[in-house]
Structures are given as structure tokens and as C-alpha cells.
């Protein structure tokens, strides 16, 4: 793992040292556009991170990255699997990205963060084959499945995902894979977005570095469709088809501890539909996931609803957002040998507030109560009805 990040940072530096001695040998244009003004080496301010721009503004190199140091303090009662309170890097990531015409575009990104070591998060190269109309991408990236997935860690209004996603992210369904994928629009408008991608069936990512081979001869496939009507609003909808290796659904509470854990193999569809909503100070959104694996006879459903207020300010000058988010998950197995969990459910409140100091820097707090119904077999949900079950996180995060 050290090999390979050292090897990441000096390939960055290489590149940001043979930006200028190329830019020395190329004429500046005669006529530059208005693209081309401004410095060539500089910082995007509010997370747009080092840049290195050439002389005639087609090729641009730039060096991002952002920490989420992350403290936790949780109830007994949760029987969660570590000692609490306690601290953890949730995220270090740095990240590179060059584009040239801003037609293609190389961009990789490692975390620091995880206890294995360091990992790739994300490696693809990106060609713009029909401007705006048809993208193709090739390497390792997040699957185009769910919204929230699909939202940068730097920008997630609550410190983790919602619970339903985090367990098909860990088993291992959908998250950063490698495979590739054709992206656009489908109007002159940009109203509506398409996704299509084709990836490895069962390619692990813990602890492995995040580039590992195929173990399933069968591809996992995903189409997503977005419709914006108005920058008011977006819907989306996406499916997914798979066939599963043997593996392990667990589903957590945010404490850390099993709330139920199921055993899944065979034909795997998924659906996601998501809606999200910005009028003026006022966010609203709401993300369902339903997971269907026939042929082990067992399901998982869930989802979310959440308001958000900006009651001062904005993310990019500096603000307060406080905000709640409801959700449930729900998993169903109604064959031996666990015929005890049918109807599993975890629901939870999460009230959160985002203070965003400035443009570069946020502080997150997020106070959540879960409950159960028809409960797991997890250690979780051993703990009896009526218990208080909170969990509060901490976040600070500085981007650049």
C-alpha cells in the first residue's frame, strides 16, 4: 500500500513540474480567449484545489484533497463493536485531475483513511465522444446507481450515507467499481441525463488496495435516467441487474453494531428513485432503495426523507443549515435458516446542522435516535424494546 501511494504523490509532482517547462517551449496564443485569461498557476478557492493551467488554456492539471476527522459517542445499550466515545479519520483523500479541451479527462483519488491502508477511491480516463451528448468512461468509479452515492464525501449533508445504502455498499453491491460507462444528455436542454454502465459482478474494495479482479463471471449492469424540469427540481431513477457470489448483507446502526446479517447469493435487481428540491433557503429531498435477491429469497428496502433550512448564509460564503432526516430500513428473509428476521426493521432520526465557517471549512453535528421493529439477528438488535438508542457525531472537515 506505501509503495503505491508514494508512487500516486510523485507522479503528481512529476506532473505539476512538467506543466511549466511545457508551457516554456509552447507560444502563448495571439488572440487568447477569455478561458485563457487569468494566472496560470493558482488556487481555486472553496475546494477547487492547485491548478496548473497552460499558456493557451487547453490543458489544465489540478491537485484537490480534504480531510473528515470524526468523533463518535454512542449508548451501551447500542452493544456497538468498539469502545466509545472515541476519534477516527472517517476520509483523507487527495485527488488528481487533468483535462485537455475539457473533452478528456484523467482523474484519480487515494484515502488515507481507511484501517487497511492506503486506497484507490476512484481511477478512470473520460472522453467526451459527442460534446454534452455522449461521454465514455473507463476505469474505476462510482456506479451510477443512487443519488446520495453519487454525491462527493465533501458534500454529503449528513456524516454517514443513509443505512439501507451503506449495506449494499459493504456487501460489496454498489460503490466505486471498475468497468465502463456511456453518460449525457438527451436534449438540447439538458433536461434529461442518461447513465449506462457495465461492471465487475463482485470485485471487492475493502482492504485491498481498490483495484482487484473480477471473482463473477456475471457483470453487474446499471441504468440511471435524471429529469430536471427546472433548477428547482430533479427526479431520478435507476435499475440494476446482477448475479451474486456467495456473500454476507449486513445491515448497521450507526453505532456501529449488526442489526441483522443475512447471507445472499444469485439474481440480484435493484431500483433507486430519488427526488431533490431547492427552493430559495429551503432543501428537500428523499432517496428509496429496493434490492431483490430471488434466488436466496430474501429482500432489503429503504430510504430516506430530509428537510433542510439555511438559516444563515450558504456553503460558499459561510452558513448554518440545520436539518432532519428520517429513514427505515427493512429486510426480509422468509426461508430457513432464518426465517426469524421477515420483516426486520431499523428505522432513525438524524438532526443534523451544517456550519460551513467559510468556503473551505465545515463543521458537522448530527444527534441520532434508531429503533426496532420485528428485529435481526444482530447484537443490536438484542437490546430490548424501548431502549434509547442515540448515537452523536462530530465532523470537521477542511477541503482545498
Known amino acids: 500500500m506505501k509503495s503505491n501511494s508514494l508512487q500516486a504523490l510523485v507522479f503528481l509532482f512529476a506532473a505539476a513540474a512538467a506543466v511549466p517547462a511545457a508551457r516554456a517551449q509552447t507560444p502563448a496564443p495571439a488572440n487568447p480567449s477569455p478561458a485563457d485569461a487569468g494566472p496560470n498557476v493558482g488556487v481555486t478557492p472553496k475546494g477547487g484545489g492547485l491548478f496548473i493551467k497552460s499558456d493557451d488554456g487547453r490543458a489544465v492539471v489540478r491537485l484537490m484533497g480534504y480531510a473528515q476527522p470524526t468523533f463518535i459517542a454512542t449508548a451501551e445499550s447500542n452493544k456497538q463493536p468498539y469502545k466509545v466515545p472515541s476519534f477516527f479519520v472517517r476520509r483523507a483523500r487527495a485527488d488528481f485531475k487533468a483535462e485537455y479541451d475539457s473533452l478528456y479527462t484523467l482523474f484519480f483519488e487515494y484515502d488515507g483513511g481507511p484501517a487497511a491502508g492506503t486506497s484507490l477511491v476512484e481511477g478512470y480516463a473520460q472522453a467526451a ?5 455522449l461521454n465514455f468512461r473507463m476505469g474505476k468509479y462510482i456506479q451510477p446507481f443512487s443519488a446520495e452515492n453519487l454525491r462527493s464525501s465533501r458534500a454529503l449533508e449528513t ?31 439538458k433536461q434529461i441525463k442518461y447513465f449506462l454502465s457495465v461492471n465487475n459482478g463482485t470485485g471487492a474494495t475493502a482492504g485491498t488496495g481498490g483495484d482487484v479482479r473480477d471473482i463473477n463471471s456475471d457483470k453487474d449492469l446499471i441504468a440511471r435516467f435524471e429529469y430536471s424540469p427546472g433548477k428547482i427540481l430533479r427526479i431520478g431513477v435507476a435499475g440494476d441487474y446482477d448475479k451474486e457470489k456467495g456473500q454476507t448483507l449486513t445491515v448497521k446502526s450507526y453505532s456501529g453494531a449488526v442489526f441483522d446479517s443475512l447471507h445472499v447469493y444469485g439474481a440480484r435487481v435493484g431500483v433507486d428513485v430519488d427526488v431533490h428540491s431547492q427552493i430559495d433557503n429551503l432543501g428537500l429531498e428523499a432517496e428509496w432503495i429496493w434490492a431483490n435477491f430471488a434466488d436466496t429469497g430474501a429482500s432489503m428496502s429503504g430510504g430516506y426523507v430530509q428537510a433542510g433550512y439555511w438559516v444563515k448564509g ?43 465557517m467559510n468556503g473551505w471549512t465545515r463543521w458537522q453535528l448530527n444527534v441520532i435516535e434508531e429503533t426496532t421493529s420485528k428485529k435481526g439477528n444482530g ?22
Open 314 to 356: 450558504s456553503e460558499a460564503e459561510g452558513g448554518i443549515e440545520p436539518l432532519l432526516r428520517l429513514e427505515y430500513t427493512n429486510v426480509s428473509a422468509d426461508h430457513p435458516p432464518a426465517p426469524e428476521i421477515d420483516g426486520a426493521t431499523l428505522m432513525s432520526a438524524t438532526l443534523g446542522v451544517n456550519w460551513w
Open 379 to 400: 447484537a443490536y438488535a438484542a437490546a430490548d424494546d424501548g431502549r434509547f438508542l442515540p448515537t452523536a457525531f462530530a465532523q470537521f472537515q477542511i477541503k482545498f
Open 129 to 133: 465522444l459527442v460534446k454534452d451528448y
Open 159 to 189: 456524516v454517514e450515507r443513509f443505512q439501507a445504502l451503506n449495506a449494499l455498499i459493504g456487501l460489496p453491491a454498489f460503490d466505486a467499481k471498475i468497468g465502463a460507462m456511456a453518460f449525457g444528455t438527451l436534449d438540447p436542454g
